[in-house]
């Protein structure tokens, strides 16, 4: 998943604590609403450290309530190979979020699927491991959520 939406208002921030803006607020339980009605609420989370994936997570968790969180400095503007390891460390069984920035989400899922995905801000997209094989199942973007 990449971040939602980040504010820019405030241009003494470093881009490491820049906040959601209020449609990044709005979204962040959107996505995590949409993703319970699929029955893929995460029980293990991997999250960059910067504010605006931390926010975002705070607002998914009003939905999801306790997780087993990670956060990771890595995360933070990661290649792919970051994300990569998170995967691994998921086990096969469990629904695991892994939630940092673009371009590293789309990367990541352009190297399991063979697809480009686009990932605009809070979108979240639905992989399962198939035969040694990833397949998106479905990429949640806030802009199509009813």
């Not at 999250?47 to 309530?65: A, H, P, Q």
């Not at 890595?74 to 998170?86: F, G």
């Not at 605009?120 to 802009?143: D, F, I, N, S, Y």
Request: glycine share 6%.
């Amino acid at each position: 998943m990449r971040h939602a939406k980040s504010g820019w208002s405030d241009t003494s921030l470093h881009d490491h604590q820049r906040p959601l803006n209020p449609r990044g607020v709005r979204d962040a339980p959107r996505i995590a609403h949409a993703l319970q009605r699929l029955e893929w609420t995460p029980s293990h989370v991997y999250v960059s450290d910067s504010k605006r994936t931390l926010s975002t997570l705070e607002g998914m968790k009003t939905i999801f309530g306790d997780l087993k969180i990670h956060i990771m400095e890595s995360l933070y503007h990661s290649p792919a190979i970051t994300i990569l390891e998170c995967i691994q460390k998921s086990k096969q069984e469990e629904v695991t979020l892994i939630l940092s920035h673009n371009p590293g989400t789309e990367m990541v899922l352009y190297q399991l699927t063979g697809v480009l995905h686009e990932m605009p801000t809070a979108a979240c997209a639905l992989l399962v491991e198939q035969g040694g094989k990833w397949h998106c199942q479905h990429v949640l973007r806030p802009k199509e959520l009813d």
